[in-house]
């Protein structure tokens, strides 16, 4: 059976189900949020476990609470029992796998541009002109961004040659539409009917999110040292804890720095995999515990400020622009930084708040 169809299958499922008492609706979306939010639960995971339950309840004739108790302790059993550390050592500090964050980046590319050309069909009409300037602008725009998605995907999977070489592409792209667009002759070339743009970026967005993840993972995942390499997999443990993982510099090196020391005190034949075990799922014992958290909502701070940043220019821009009158654009622009900046201070408290596991050591 393909993956797709489990997919359907689940889908089916989870429509069908009908819970009697409303408590019980409840306690199973909290199950559901939980095993995805607190525990990066695969895809399908929640929708089996509740089909399980949604039985068992009708079976007993008493409420879920009172058979499986409190929703979020049972959604941290069903995570221990049923999310395999093969599993979780393939996805990274937002609990995404390669093959599910690419395709979200892109196809919220496509997303973001529906929403542009909706809110231009309001504002401007049903009809955009398009010139040489414009196409090369957005064509540099889109390449700047997949390059951009891409290297974050590619350092988030620990390949950090092939993060770098994506993120020197970008300032390229930017430099060679830049040249591109002064040279290229402007004046109108045709009109478009929005509705065809919106189209093609919502074609965009569905076809991105409908990729397979399975290829994408295999993209991104990086071949078996030739040889037993122990080199390589120290090298390959260091990636996957500073880019998987979200460590600093200064914990990889110690952690990296140990396993070598460790495995010069083996007798010689044996090789880090024999010690170690694979090297995916020893950097995650490595990383989890109390501070992963921490570590998750420090990286989630540095992209917000990156798009904050980018926001707050165009915010400037726009406010140049428009002489400080209040138009639409202003005050959309107004908003965004705004938010951003709340979620940017929330995150940072979050990562610096000690986590309730380490307090408690504390104590």
């Given at each position: 059976?393909?993956?797709?169809?489990?997919?359907?299958?689940?889908k089916?499922?989870?429509?069908?189900?009908?819970?009697?008492?409303?408590?019980?609706?409840?306690w199973?979306?909290?199950?559901?949020?939980?095993?995805?939010?607190d525990?990066d639960?695969?895809?399908?995971?929640?929708?089996?476990?509740?089909?399980?339950v949604?039985?068992?309840v009708?079976?007993?004739?008493?409420?879920a609470?009172e058979?499986?108790?409190?929703p979020a302790?049972?959604?941290?059993?069903?995570?221990?029992?049923?999310v395999?550390?093969e599993?979780?050592?393939?996805?990274?500090?937002?609990?995404?796998t390669?093959?599910?964050r690419?395709p979200?980046?892109l196809?919220?590319l496509?997303?973001?541009?529906?929403?542009?050309?909706?809110?231009?069909?309001?504002?401007?009409?049903?009809?955009?002109?398009?010139?040489?300037?414009?196409v090369?602008?957005?064509?540099?725009?889109?390449?700047a961004?997949?390059?951009?998605?891409?290297?974050?995907?590619?350092r988030?999977?620990?390949?950090?040659?092939?993060?770098?070489?994506?993120?020197?592409g970008?300032?390229?792209?930017?430099?060679?539409?830049?040249g591109?667009g002064?040279?290229?002759?402007e004046g109108?070339?045709f009109?478009v009917?929005?509705p065809?743009?919106?189209a093609g970026c919502?074609?965009w967005?569905?076809?991105t999110?409908?990729f397979?993840?399975?290829v994408?993972?295999?993209?991104?995942?990086?071949?078996?040292p030739?040889?037993?390499?122990?080199?390589a997999?120290?090298?390959?443990?260091?990636?996957?804890?500073?880019?998987?993982?979200?460590?600093?510099?200064?914990?990889?090196?110690?952690?990296?720095?140990?396993?070598?020391?460790?495995?010069?005190?083996?007798?010689?034949?044996?090789h880090?995999?024999?010690?170690?075990?694979?090297?995916?799922?020893?950097?995650?014992r490595?990383a989890?515990g109390?501070?992963?958290?921490?570590?998750?909502?420090?990286?989630?701070?540095?992209?917000?400020?990156?798009?904050?940043?980018?926001?707050?220019?165009l915010?400037?821009?726009?406010v140049?622009?428009?002489?400080?009158?209040?138009d639409?654009?202003?005050?959309?622009?107004?908003g965004?930084v705004?938010?951003?900046?709340?979620t940017?201070?929330?995150?940072?408290r979050?990562?610096?708040?000690?986590?309730?596991?380490?307090?408690?050591?504390?104590?």
């Amino acid at each position: 059976m393909t993956t797709s169809q489990n997919e359907s299958q689940n889908k089916t499922r989870k429509n069908r189900l009908r819970w009697d008492r409303e408590e019980d609706a409840d306690w199973a979306a909290t199950v559901e949020v939980r095993l995805v939010l607190d525990h990066d639960a695969p895809a399908g995971l929640a929708d089996d476990v509740l089909t399980e339950v949604h039985e068992l309840v009708r079976e007993e004739g008493r409420t879920a609470q009172e058979l499986f108790g409190a929703p979020a302790a049972y959604a941290r059993s069903v995570a221990d029992e049923r999310v395999s550390e093969e599993y979780r050592a393939r996805t990274d500090t937002h609990g995404l796998t390669p093959g599910e964050r690419l395709p979200a980046a892109l196809g919220t590319l496509g997303v973001v541009g529906v929403v542009l050309c909706a809110i231009s069909w309001v504002s401007d009409g049903l009809w955009v002109e398009v010139s040489w300037p414009a196409v090369v602008a957005v064509t540099t725009i889109v390449l700047a961004v997949v390059l951009t998605a891409v290297a974050v995907v590619a350092r988030s999977a620990g390949r950090f040659k092939g993060a770098y070489a994506f993120a020197a592409g970008v300032p390229g792209v930017i430099a060679a539409g830049g040249g591109v667009g002064v040279a290229v002759p402007e004046g109108h070339l045709f009109s478009v009917p929005v509705p065809v743009l919106l189209a093609g970026c919502a074609a965009w967005a569905v076809g991105t999110f409908a990729f397979p993840e399975r290829v994408v993972d295999r993209w991104f995942a990086a071949h078996p040292p030739a040889g037993r390499d122990d080199a390589a997999w120290l090298a390959r443990l260091g990636g996957l804890l500073r880019g998987r993982h979200g460590m600093t510099m200064a914990e990889t090196r110690g952690h990296v720095r140990e396993a070598r020391q460790h495995l010069a005190a083996v007798p010689s034949g044996e090789h880090a995999e024999d010690v170690f075990g694979d090297v995916e799922i020893y950097a995650l014992r490595l990383a989890d515990g109390p501070r992963r958290k921490q570590r998750a909502a420090r990286r989630k701070m540095y992209g917000t400020l990156l798009l904050l940043g980018l926001v707050t220019m165009l915010f400037v821009d726009q406010v140049v622009d428009s002489g400080a009158s209040l138009d639409f654009w202003l005050a959309l622009y107004t908003g965004v930084v705004g938010s951003l900046g709340w979620t940017a201070v929330s995150e940072w408290r979050a990562s610096r708040r000690p986590d309730a596991a380490e307090s408690s050591g504390a104590e």
